[in-house]
């Protein structure tokens, strides 16, 4: 179901982790959320998670705060690219 | 034997389905929440499977409150069992130590096992529409292996199933999820291993009551 918005999200983060592919990377997932409203919908708060163990991101992290984190962490953005970037 | 830790969001999520649709079709040892430690994981006889949910890195497995529960160098008697771990990247190291040391398969990650779930669902985690794209495969492996079937076919149930609701998914930060656990997906050892059948249960029981969540 990707749409333009989560096209051009999967292109920033295929970039070297610079401080500006990250900042480009937190716009573009911005964007995105602002299309899809993902956390947008009443009575949720979603949330991506995962089993990791003493990660330098974290293993919970709001939907809505992924891209501050996206935008201050390199450790996040490498793994937003393995999961996002590189499907 | 079952380990089901409770204490943050994502061993909530993830034990929560297997509590819902796995728990009532087992028998005991079922260590949830603070029973998921390292004293009783230790001590008690295995069965024929060990199904656990915890955080975990590629050498180690980690139960409630992150205590280690299972590390390559210390490996407890797994000889003829089969082993499934709801964590992430135990297929790494763990994963093929146990089979070494004589576990007869294993299904684990590679990778992170990374899922959107619901946060307003942790009183009811398996009512979490969310994260039920990637749980429910998880459960049906899980009770493919419980119906007596082999492995292989337990392991391409759960795979499929991602594959599967990741085309028919909305949100595509779901179904990049879907994609990579599924891809990441490990099979190790005989697979056509299989366990004793258990009774099959009719769902829906009643929820269970669960262990308040304080983060």
């Known amino acids: 179901m990707a749409n333009a918005e989560w096209e051009r999200l999967k292109e920033a983060l295929r970039k070297p982790a610079t401080p500006e592919a990250m900042a480009e990377a937190a716009q573009r997932f911005r964007e995105y959320e602002r299309v899809k409203r993902l956390s947008g919908k009443p009575g949720s708060k979603p949330t991506l998670v995962s089993l990791g163990f003493r990660k330098d991101y974290p293993t919970q992290i709001a939907v809505r705060d992924i891209p501050g984190e996206l935008e201050r962490n390199p450790a996040f953005f490498e793994q937003m690219r393995k999961i996002v970037g590189e499907d | ?215």
């Open chain 2, 1 to 215: 034997m079952l380990a089901l830790p409770l204490h943050d969001l994502p061993t909530r999520s993830a034990s929560g389905f297997l509590i819902r649709y796995v728990v009532p079709r087992t028998g005991p040892p079922q260590l949830v929440g603070p029973l998921d430690n390292k004293a009783l994981f230790s001590n008690l006889a295995f069965g024929d499977v060990v199904i656990g949910v915890g955080h975990g890195e590629p050498n180690r497995f980690y139960g409630y409150r992150n205590q280690m529960l299972l590390d390559v160098s210390s490996i407890p008697d797994v000889r003829s069992k089969v082993v499934v771990l709801i964590s992430c990247q135990t297929a790494r190291q763990l994963g093929p130590a146990l089979i070494k040391a004589g576990a007869e398969s294993y299904i684990g990650f590679l990778e992170d096992l990374v899922w959107v779930m619901d946060a307003d669902s942790a009183a009811n985690p398996w009512a979490d529409k969310f994260a039920g794209s990637a749980m429910m495969p998880v459960v049906h492996c899980v009770n493919t292996i419980l119906d007596g079937k082999v492995m292989a076919d337990a392991f391409a149930v759960m795979t499929t199933e991602m594959l599967g609701n990741a085309a028919v998914e909305e949100d595509d930060l779901i179904a990049s999820c879907l994609r990579f656990n599924a891809k990441n997906a490990s099979l190790l050892g005989n697979p056509m291993a299989r366990v004793k059948a258990r009774p099959k249960v009719a769902f829906p029981l009643p929820p269970p009551p669960l262990f308040p969540f304080m983060p």
